[in-house]
């Protein structure tokens, strides 16, 4: 084993980011590593700081919306402690996934066999795939839209086309004035890798407009420490669209060329200097613009996968030619 001391990278290795903008943190855990809170009335959300959860509770049960194993007991705990304070029922019946992902549904066996689990008709085909025995396949699916009620309250679900995931589903809470949507926008803070590792850049491009088409006030958005706002959705539209502009921009203007005769025979020397140039080019001014206004736009490699994934959405989606005849002459 190589030590720290020999030259391996470790957590003491991590360079001097920029500081935190206070807008981007939520509240304090609390000894167990989580909060509960209340959004509207009688949903809640839970948090660690990195992901994020919700549950309702009513006079016939409570009905938990994804259940990540980051949080993991902490769920039961969180919903036994407001359940208690509130005199209801702790006993959860329902469990709605809002996609797949094991990061957001992979604690979803802890609450036994008794609960029925609702999701997207996609999600169960998945789960069937992955043969997962911490993710449960729903019992009950939908195609396109489904009005889950328990105990006198109601949640729309909604599958508007792909996004972050062939199965992300929104989740509207119409007598809560809250939204949940998973993985495309991350109150105050840039996306990680590859557009939050999402799968379907147009469907991932076009989803705030479609997020913002619904009412709601509160916006849970699975990840980081804090509920998201319209003005977090309007941010991350505009860096988004800022990526795109300039990704174009470099794409048309770059001559490739050049980096093919240095390849020489070496093509694939030439696609990736090519490419890893356009991509720079079109990172740079992103990074210099948000950093300081969202968190972490200084880890450089999260907004260039994001502009890399863009670019390449813009070349083979839409058609974005590069410098020089779209077609051999």
Avoid: C
């Avoid at 008794?114 to 396949?137: A, C, F």
């Avoid at 803070?189 to 799968?199: A, C, D, G, M, Q």
């Avoid at 200097?273 to 990172?283: C, F």
Wanted: net charge negative.
């Amino acid at each position: 084993m190589t030590s720290p001391a020999s030259g391996a990278s470790s957590a003491a290795d991590l360079p001097d980011y920029a500081p935190i903008p206070r807008s981007a943190l939520g509240p304090a855990l609390n000894e167990q590593g989580y909060y509960v809170g209340r959004v509207e009335r009688n949903l809640y959300w839970v948090t660690d700081g990195v992901y994020q959860s919700a549950f309702l509770t009513t006079d016939d049960g409570v009905v938990l919306f994804d259940a990540p194993p980051t949080i993991g007991g902490n769920l039961r705990r969180a919903v036994d402690e407001i359940t208690a304070a509130n005199g209801v029922t702790n006993r959860v019946t329902h469990l709605v996934y809002s996609h797949h992902h094991a990061d957001h549904a992979g604690a979803a066996s802890l609450f036994g066999g008794d609960v029925t689990r609702v999701g997207h008709e996609e999600t169960r085909r998945l789960l069937l795939r992955d043969n997962d025995p911490d993710r449960p396949v729903p019992e009950i699916t939908f195609a396109d839209r489904y009005t889950l009620q328990v105990g006198g309250e109601r949640a729309e679900l909604a599958w508007h086309g792909p996004n972050h995931t062939p199965d992300n589903i929104y989740i509207h809470f119409p007598g809560h004035d809250t939204l949940m949507f998973i993985d495309v926008v991350n109150a105050g803070w840039v996306l990680i890798y590859n557009l939050n590792l999402s799968e379907d850049v147009i469907g991932y491009m076009g989803a705030p407009a479609i997020a913002l088409s619904y009412p709601w006030t509160h916006f849970i958005s699975g990840h980081l420490g804090r509920l998201a706002t319209h003005d977090d959705v309007a941010i991350h539209q505009q860096y988004i669209a800022d990526i795109e502009a300039s990704a174009r921009e470099a794409l048309t203007s770059i001559d490739p060329v050049p980096f093919y005769v240095a390849g020489g025979q070496n093509v694939w020397a030439g696609v990736k200097a090519h490419l890893d140039a356009v991509t720079e080019r079109a990172a740079a001014p992103i990074i210099a613009k948000y950093t300081g206004v969202l968190a972490a736009a200084d880890i450089e490699v999260f907004t260039r996968t994001t502009t890399f994934q863009i670019m390449q959405s813009l070349r083979l989606d839409q058609g974005v030619t590069v410098s020089g005849p779209a077609v051999h002459p």
